[in-house]
Protein backbone atom coordinates (compact mmCIF):
# COMPACT_ATOMS: atom_id res chain seq x y z
CA UNK A 1 0.00 0.00 0.00
CA UNK A 2 0.97 3.52 -0.88
CA UNK A 3 2.06 6.17 1.45
CA UNK A 4 -0.47 8.69 1.20
CA UNK A 5 0.40 10.64 4.57
CA UNK A 6 2.32 13.66 2.62
CA UNK A 7 -0.33 13.72 -0.20
CA UNK A 8 -2.67 13.67 2.43
CA UNK A 9 -0.61 16.64 4.03
CA UNK A 10 -0.52 18.63 0.73
CA UNK A 11 -3.77 18.74 -0.08
CA UNK A 12 -4.32 19.32 3.62
CA UNK A 13 -1.85 22.80 3.18
CA UNK A 14 -3.98 23.14 -0.80
CA UNK A 15 -7.11 23.59 1.06
CA UNK A 16 -6.12 26.02 4.32
CA UNK A 17 -4.64 28.32 1.83
CA UNK A 18 -7.62 28.30 -0.26
CA UNK A 19 -10.05 28.76 2.62
CA UNK A 20 -7.29 31.54 3.90
CA UNK A 21 -7.70 33.33 0.33
CA UNK A 22 -11.42 32.94 0.40
CA UNK A 23 -11.57 34.65 4.00
CA UNK A 24 -9.08 37.51 2.87
CA UNK A 25 -9.59 38.28 -0.59
CA UNK A 26 -8.61 42.18 -0.81
CA UNK A 27 -5.94 44.04 0.37
CA UNK A 28 -7.53 47.53 2.19
CA UNK A 29 -3.96 49.33 3.23
CA UNK A 30 -5.30 52.92 4.21
CA UNK A 31 -7.58 55.42 4.74
CA UNK A 32 -11.01 54.41 2.31
CA UNK A 33 -8.73 51.64 1.01
CA UNK A 34 -6.90 51.07 -1.85
CA UNK A 35 -8.05 54.28 -3.64
CA UNK A 36 -9.28 56.14 -0.29
CA UNK A 37 -12.32 56.10 -2.13
CA UNK A 38 -14.54 53.23 -0.30
CA UNK A 39 -14.43 51.54 -3.31
CA UNK A 40 -14.46 47.38 -2.51
CA UNK A 41 -13.41 45.27 -6.04
CA UNK A 42 -14.45 41.93 -6.27
CA UNK A 43 -16.28 41.13 -3.61
CA UNK A 44 -18.82 38.47 -3.97
CA UNK A 45 -21.81 39.04 -2.00
CA UNK A 46 -24.28 35.22 -0.79
CA UNK A 47 -27.38 34.88 -2.63
CA UNK A 48 -29.19 35.39 0.57
CA UNK A 49 -27.93 37.06 3.63
CA UNK A 50 -28.03 35.29 6.60
CA UNK A 51 -29.78 35.98 9.56
CA UNK A 52 -26.52 36.58 11.79
CA UNK A 53 -22.95 37.57 11.33
CA UNK A 54 -20.34 34.97 13.34
CA UNK A 55 -18.15 36.04 15.51
CA UNK A 56 -14.72 34.35 14.96
CA UNK A 57 -12.34 36.79 17.47
CA UNK A 58 -11.69 39.77 19.12
CA UNK A 59 -8.49 41.37 20.28
CA UNK A 60 -8.25 44.83 22.48
CA UNK A 61 -5.97 47.36 20.43
CA UNK A 62 -6.30 50.08 22.68
CA UNK A 63 -9.13 53.53 22.48
CA UNK A 64 -9.56 54.88 19.48
CA UNK A 65 -11.16 55.61 16.22
CA UNK A 66 -8.45 54.91 14.06
CA UNK A 67 -9.67 52.62 11.17
CA UNK A 68 -7.69 49.28 10.27
CA UNK A 69 -5.89 48.53 7.64
CA UNK A 70 -5.29 45.22 6.19
CA UNK A 71 -2.99 43.48 3.66
CA UNK A 72 -2.37 39.77 2.74
CA UNK A 73 -3.06 38.03 6.06
CA UNK A 74 -2.10 40.67 8.63
CA UNK A 75 -4.42 43.63 9.97
CA UNK A 76 -2.70 46.58 11.81
CA UNK A 77 -4.49 48.34 14.11
CA UNK A 78 -3.75 51.98 15.85
CA UNK A 79 -5.02 52.74 19.13
CA UNK A 80 -4.03 54.32 22.99
CA UNK A 81 -3.59 52.34 26.33
CA UNK A 82 -2.86 55.29 28.87
CA UNK A 83 -0.22 57.47 27.96
CA UNK A 84 0.86 55.20 25.13
CA UNK A 85 0.01 55.04 21.55
CA UNK A 86 0.05 51.49 20.24
CA UNK A 87 1.01 49.75 16.89
CA UNK A 88 -0.82 46.15 16.91
CA UNK A 89 0.33 44.02 13.79
CA UNK A 90 -2.68 40.91 13.89
CA UNK A 91 -2.46 37.48 12.30
CA UNK A 92 -6.32 38.50 10.58
CA UNK A 93 -7.26 34.60 10.49
CA UNK A 94 -6.30 33.72 14.06
CA UNK A 95 -6.38 36.79 15.64
CA UNK A 96 -2.98 36.46 17.16
CA UNK A 97 -0.67 39.42 17.91
CA UNK A 98 2.27 39.02 15.85
CA UNK A 99 3.72 42.34 17.53
CA UNK A 100 3.42 45.79 18.80
CA UNK A 101 4.99 49.16 18.99
CA UNK A 102 4.59 50.76 22.44
CA UNK A 103 5.48 54.70 22.80
CA UNK A 104 4.88 57.74 24.78
CA UNK A 105 1.95 59.32 23.21
CA UNK A 106 3.02 62.46 24.39
CA UNK A 107 -0.40 64.08 24.07
CA UNK A 108 -3.67 64.58 26.46
CA UNK A 109 -6.66 65.35 24.43
CA UNK A 110 -8.76 68.31 26.68
CA UNK A 111 -11.82 70.23 26.34
CA UNK A 112 -15.41 68.89 24.13
CA UNK A 113 -12.55 66.83 22.08
CA UNK A 114 -12.11 64.59 24.90
CA UNK A 115 -14.79 62.27 24.69
CA UNK A 116 -12.07 60.62 21.70
CA UNK A 117 -8.90 60.29 23.80
CA UNK A 118 -7.23 58.04 21.47
CA UNK A 119 -6.22 57.93 18.36
CA UNK A 120 -8.42 58.52 14.83
CA UNK A 121 -5.52 58.79 12.09
CA UNK A 122 -5.47 55.33 10.39
CA UNK A 123 -2.85 53.51 9.63
CA UNK A 124 -1.35 52.89 5.65
CA UNK A 125 0.85 49.96 4.28
CA UNK A 126 3.13 50.52 1.47
CA UNK A 127 6.57 48.46 -0.14
CA UNK A 128 6.56 46.81 3.66
CA UNK A 129 6.33 49.70 5.63
CA UNK A 130 3.66 50.96 8.02
CA UNK A 131 3.28 54.75 8.54
CA UNK A 132 1.17 56.01 11.08
CA UNK A 133 0.19 59.67 12.57
CA UNK A 134 -0.40 59.90 16.69
CA UNK A 135 -3.01 62.39 18.26
CA UNK A 136 -0.40 64.48 19.32
CA UNK A 137 1.09 64.43 15.69
CA UNK A 138 3.92 61.59 15.99
CA UNK A 139 4.64 60.58 12.96
CA UNK A 140 6.03 56.59 12.77
CA UNK A 141 7.41 54.78 10.03
CA UNK A 142 7.54 50.84 10.75
CA UNK A 143 8.71 47.91 8.85
CA UNK A 144 5.53 46.14 8.46
CA UNK A 145 6.78 42.43 8.88
CA UNK A 146 8.69 43.28 12.16
CA UNK A 147 7.93 46.62 13.85
CA UNK A 148 11.18 48.11 13.62
CA UNK A 149 10.81 51.42 13.85
CA UNK A 150 12.90 53.02 10.55
CA UNK A 151 12.08 56.74 11.51
CA UNK A 152 9.89 58.95 13.27
CA UNK A 153 8.98 62.21 13.53
CA UNK A 154 7.89 64.12 16.58
CA UNK A 155 8.77 68.02 16.99
CA UNK A 156 8.46 71.07 15.00
CA UNK A 157 12.00 70.56 13.79
CA UNK A 158 11.42 67.51 12.24
CA UNK A 159 8.31 69.45 10.52
CA UNK A 160 10.44 71.83 9.01
CA UNK A 161 9.69 74.42 11.84
CA UNK A 162 6.14 73.76 11.49
CA UNK A 163 4.51 74.97 14.87
CA UNK A 164 1.66 72.55 15.00
CA UNK A 165 -1.27 71.69 17.52
CA UNK A 166 -3.30 68.84 17.29
CA UNK A 167 -5.69 66.70 18.14
CA UNK A 168 -4.73 65.07 14.28
CA UNK A 169 -7.43 62.86 12.51
CA UNK A 170 -5.93 63.04 8.83
CA UNK A 171 -4.60 59.78 7.63
CA UNK A 172 -1.12 59.91 5.50
CA UNK A 173 -1.19 59.35 2.34
CA UNK A 174 1.98 57.83 0.10
CA UNK A 175 3.09 59.02 -3.38
CA UNK A 176 5.72 58.99 -5.45
CA UNK A 177 7.79 56.61 -2.38
CA UNK A 178 6.71 59.41 0.04
CA UNK A 179 4.69 59.75 3.37
CA UNK A 180 2.59 63.20 3.47
CA UNK A 181 0.88 64.53 6.27
CA UNK A 182 -1.07 67.91 6.89
CA UNK A 183 0.44 69.51 10.25
CA UNK A 184 0.20 72.97 11.72
CA UNK A 185 -2.50 74.85 13.93
CA UNK A 186 -3.36 78.56 14.56
CA UNK A 187 -4.30 79.77 11.37
CA UNK A 188 -0.97 77.90 9.29
CA UNK A 189 -0.07 74.62 8.18
CA UNK A 190 2.08 72.60 6.06
CA UNK A 191 1.69 69.68 3.93
CA UNK A 192 4.91 67.62 4.40
CA UNK A 193 6.38 65.11 2.32
CA UNK A 194 9.22 62.44 3.73
CA UNK A 195 11.09 60.29 1.88
CA UNK A 196 9.48 56.76 2.48
CA UNK A 197 13.03 54.76 2.74
CA UNK A 198 14.76 57.43 4.77
CA UNK A 199 12.52 59.79 6.74
CA UNK A 200 14.41 62.92 5.21
CA UNK A 201 11.93 65.55 4.10
CA UNK A 202 11.76 66.45 0.60
CA UNK A 203 9.39 69.21 0.09
CA UNK A 204 6.53 71.67 1.97
CA UNK A 205 3.62 72.86 0.82
CA UNK A 206 2.39 75.97 3.99
CA UNK A 207 -0.46 77.37 4.00
CA UNK A 208 -3.71 77.63 6.29
CA UNK A 209 -3.82 75.58 9.25
CA UNK A 210 -5.32 71.75 8.19
CA UNK A 211 -8.76 70.02 9.36
CA UNK A 212 -8.57 67.15 10.72
CA UNK A 213 -9.73 65.74 6.81
CA UNK A 214 -7.61 63.62 4.96
CA UNK A 215 -5.71 64.04 1.28
CA UNK A 216 -6.72 62.78 -2.08
CA UNK A 217 -4.99 63.09 -4.90
CA UNK A 218 -6.44 63.63 -8.68
CA UNK A 219 -5.23 63.91 -12.29
CA UNK A 220 -6.72 67.05 -13.57
CA UNK A 221 -6.47 68.49 -17.06
CA UNK A 222 -3.00 66.07 -16.63
CA UNK A 223 -1.36 67.85 -13.55
CA UNK A 224 -1.65 65.45 -10.44
CA UNK A 225 -2.50 67.47 -7.11
CA UNK A 226 -3.19 66.87 -3.59
CA UNK A 227 -6.87 67.80 -3.26
CA UNK A 228 -7.96 68.38 0.33
CA UNK A 229 -9.40 70.74 2.88
CA UNK A 230 -8.18 72.98 5.03
CA UNK A 231 -10.02 75.03 8.03
CA UNK A 232 -11.27 77.32 5.51
CA UNK A 233 -11.35 76.04 1.55
CA UNK A 234 -11.22 72.79 -0.48
CA UNK A 235 -7.77 73.30 -1.99
CA UNK A 236 -5.74 71.87 -5.11
CA UNK A 237 -1.78 71.60 -4.83
CA UNK A 238 0.68 70.57 -7.58
CA UNK A 239 2.89 67.40 -6.81
CA UNK A 240 5.17 68.74 -9.23
CA UNK A 241 6.11 72.02 -7.43
CA UNK A 242 4.01 71.92 -4.86
CA UNK A 243 2.06 75.42 -5.71
CA UNK A 244 -1.28 76.25 -4.82
CA UNK A 245 -3.83 75.69 -8.14
CA UNK A 246 -6.76 77.16 -7.20
CA UNK A 247 -9.03 77.29 -4.17
CA UNK A 248 -12.98 77.49 -3.26
CA UNK A 249 -13.92 78.42 0.24
CA UNK A 250 -15.57 75.65 2.42
CA UNK A 251 -16.28 75.87 6.27
CA UNK A 252 -18.21 73.79 7.72
CA UNK A 253 -19.41 73.78 11.61
CA UNK A 254 -17.75 72.47 13.44
CA UNK A 255 -15.16 71.43 11.39
CA UNK A 256 -14.42 70.23 7.84
CA UNK A 257 -14.09 66.52 8.80
CA UNK A 258 -14.94 64.49 5.59
CA UNK A 259 -12.49 63.50 2.35
CA UNK A 260 -13.21 64.74 -0.78
CA UNK A 261 -14.64 62.68 -3.68
CA UNK A 262 -13.30 63.13 -7.29
CA UNK A 263 -14.42 62.03 -10.19
CA UNK A 264 -12.21 63.59 -13.42
CA UNK A 265 -12.46 67.37 -12.86
CA UNK A 266 -15.36 67.28 -10.95
CA UNK A 267 -14.23 67.31 -6.90
CA UNK A 268 -17.26 67.07 -4.04
CA UNK A 269 -17.62 67.77 -0.52
CA UNK A 270 -19.75 67.81 2.25
CA UNK A 271 -19.93 69.14 5.86
CA UNK A 272 -22.37 70.01 8.31
CA UNK A 273 -24.06 73.52 7.76
CA UNK A 274 -22.37 73.52 4.07
CA UNK A 275 -24.49 70.63 2.52
CA UNK A 276 -23.13 68.96 -0.51
CA UNK A 277 -20.83 70.81 -3.09
CA UNK A 278 -19.73 70.19 -6.55
CA UNK A 279 -16.42 72.31 -7.80
CA UNK A 280 -15.22 72.25 -11.30
CA UNK A 281 -11.94 72.04 -11.96
CA UNK A 282 -10.71 72.94 -15.08
CA UNK A 283 -7.35 74.97 -16.93
CA UNK A 284 -7.69 78.05 -19.09
CA UNK A 285 -4.69 80.01 -20.01
CA UNK A 286 -2.18 77.34 -18.31
CA UNK A 287 -3.76 78.45 -15.50
CA UNK A 288 -6.54 76.40 -13.02
CA UNK A 289 -9.91 77.72 -12.08
CA UNK A 290 -12.54 75.97 -9.79
CA UNK A 291 -15.89 77.10 -9.42
CA UNK A 292 -18.87 75.89 -8.21
CA UNK A 293 -21.21 73.74 -10.19
CA UNK A 294 -24.38 73.37 -7.81
CA UNK A 295 -24.75 73.50 -3.68
CA UNK A 296 -27.26 71.81 -1.87
CA UNK A 297 -27.00 73.07 1.69
CA UNK A 298 -30.29 71.39 2.43
CA UNK A 299 -30.12 69.24 6.04
CA UNK A 300 -31.13 66.43 4.34
CA UNK A 301 -27.62 66.98 2.04
CA UNK A 302 -24.87 67.23 4.03
CA UNK A 303 -22.89 65.46 6.78
CA UNK A 304 -20.63 66.08 9.50
CA UNK A 305 -18.75 63.20 9.34
CA UNK A 306 -19.70 60.70 6.36
CA UNK A 307 -17.60 61.34 3.08
CA UNK A 308 -20.28 60.17 -0.04
CA UNK A 309 -19.31 57.09 -1.69
CA UNK A 310 -19.80 57.86 -6.13
CA UNK A 311 -21.34 55.27 -8.17
CA UNK A 312 -23.12 55.62 -11.69
CA UNK A 313 -23.63 59.27 -11.37
CA UNK A 314 -25.02 58.86 -7.75
CA UNK A 315 -23.39 59.99 -4.36
CA UNK A 316 -24.80 57.82 -1.84
CA UNK A 317 -24.02 59.42 1.80
CA UNK A 318 -25.27 60.43 5.26
CA UNK A 319 -26.91 63.49 6.71
CA UNK A 320 -29.32 64.35 9.64
CA UNK A 321 -29.00 60.75 10.68
CA UNK A 322 -30.13 59.21 7.72
CA UNK A 323 -28.33 57.52 5.02
CA UNK A 324 -29.60 59.62 1.38
CA UNK A 325 -28.42 59.36 -2.21
CA UNK A 326 -27.74 62.42 -4.29
CA UNK A 327 -28.19 63.07 -7.80
CA UNK A 328 -24.28 63.73 -8.75
CA UNK A 329 -25.24 65.98 -11.16
CA UNK A 330 -27.85 68.36 -9.87
CA UNK A 331 -27.11 67.55 -6.04
CA UNK A 332 -31.04 66.99 -5.86
CA UNK A 333 -31.45 64.17 -2.73
CA UNK A 334 -33.16 61.35 -4.45
CA UNK A 335 -34.38 59.67 -1.55
CA UNK A 336 -33.50 59.30 2.46
CA UNK A 337 -34.44 56.56 4.70
CA UNK A 338 -36.17 56.88 7.68
CA UNK A 339 -34.27 55.22 10.33
CA UNK A 340 -32.30 57.52 12.98
CA UNK A 341 -28.81 55.70 12.51
CA UNK A 342 -27.11 58.20 14.99
CA UNK A 343 -24.17 61.08 13.82
CA UNK A 344 -22.51 59.06 11.53
CA UNK A 345 -22.03 56.25 8.97
CA UNK A 346 -19.08 55.09 7.09
CA UNK A 347 -19.97 53.83 3.86
CA UNK A 348 -18.41 50.98 1.36
CA UNK A 349 -19.41 50.42 -1.99
CA UNK A 350 -19.24 46.71 -2.38
CA UNK A 351 -20.62 46.24 -6.08
CA UNK A 352 -23.89 44.45 -5.77
CA UNK A 353 -24.68 46.21 -2.65
CA UNK A 354 -23.58 49.28 -0.55
CA UNK A 355 -22.36 48.19 3.48
CA UNK A 356 -23.07 51.36 5.68
CA UNK A 357 -21.19 50.79 9.38
CA UNK A 358 -22.97 53.27 11.79
CA UNK A 359 -21.77 54.90 14.72
CA UNK A 360 -24.33 53.01 16.79
CA UNK A 361 -22.14 49.63 15.77
CA UNK A 362 -25.16 48.79 13.36
CA UNK A 363 -23.75 46.91 9.98
CA UNK A 364 -26.83 47.97 6.86
CA UNK A 365 -26.40 45.97 3.65
CA UNK A 366 -28.75 47.79 0.83
CA UNK A 367 -28.85 48.15 -2.81
CA UNK A 368 -27.19 50.90 -4.51
CA UNK A 369 -30.57 52.32 -6.07
CA UNK A 370 -31.84 56.09 -7.28
CA UNK A 371 -35.07 54.84 -5.98
CA UNK A 372 -35.46 54.35 -2.69
CA UNK A 373 -33.28 52.67 0.46
CA UNK A 374 -34.18 48.92 0.04
CA UNK A 375 -32.12 46.84 2.71
CA UNK A 376 -30.91 43.59 2.34
CA UNK A 377 -29.62 42.56 5.62
CA UNK A 378 -28.69 44.23 9.24
CA UNK A 379 -26.43 43.68 11.89
CA UNK A 380 -25.66 44.81 15.33
CA UNK A 381 -21.76 44.44 15.32
CA UNK A 382 -21.01 46.23 18.50
CA UNK A 383 -21.57 48.95 20.93
CA UNK A 384 -21.62 52.47 19.90
CA UNK A 385 -19.87 54.43 19.37
CA UNK A 386 -18.19 53.44 16.27
CA UNK A 387 -16.36 55.43 14.44
CA UNK A 388 -13.61 53.28 12.17
CA UNK A 389 -14.68 52.03 8.93
CA UNK A 390 -14.89 48.88 8.16
CA UNK A 391 -12.54 46.50 6.44
CA UNK A 392 -14.02 43.88 4.08
CA UNK A 393 -12.40 41.05 2.82
CA UNK A 394 -13.78 38.26 1.14
CA UNK A 395 -16.13 36.95 3.83
CA UNK A 396 -14.44 38.73 6.50
CA UNK A 397 -15.96 41.97 8.04
CA UNK A 398 -13.03 43.39 10.71
CA UNK A 399 -15.24 45.94 12.70
CA UNK A 400 -12.99 48.51 15.37
CA UNK A 401 -14.86 49.69 18.13
CA UNK A 402 -13.77 52.07 20.70
CA UNK A 403 -11.16 49.56 22.23
CA UNK A 404 -11.14 46.66 20.34
CA UNK A 405 -11.13 44.68 16.52
CA UNK A 406 -13.40 41.82 16.02
CA UNK A 407 -13.33 39.66 13.17
CA UNK A 408 -17.05 39.00 11.77
CA UNK A 409 -17.33 36.23 9.17
CA UNK A 410 -20.13 35.56 6.69
CA UNK A 411 -21.53 32.04 6.90
Request: aromatic letters at 8%.
Amino acid sequence: MKNTNGLMAAVAGIVILVGMSSVLAQDWPQWRGPNRDDKLNGFAAPQSWPKELKQKWKVTVGVGDSSPALVGDKLYAFGRQEANEVISCIDAVSGKVLWQEIYPAQFVVTGPSSRHPGTRSSPIVVEGKLCVLGVGGILSCLDAATGKVLWRKQSAADYLDTAYQFESSMSPMVVHGMCIVYVGGKGQGSLIAFDLASGQAKWKYTGDAPAPSSPVVATIEGTRQIVTINEKEVIGVSLADQTLLWQVPFKARPVNTTTPVIDGQTVYVTGQGMGTLAIKVAKKDGKFTAEPMWTNSDTQAGSTFTTPVLRDGLLFGFAATKLNCLDAKTGRVLWADTANRGQGAAIVDAGSCLIALTVNGELSVYLPSDKQYTELAHYKVGDPEIWAHPVIAGKSIFIRDKESVTLWTIP
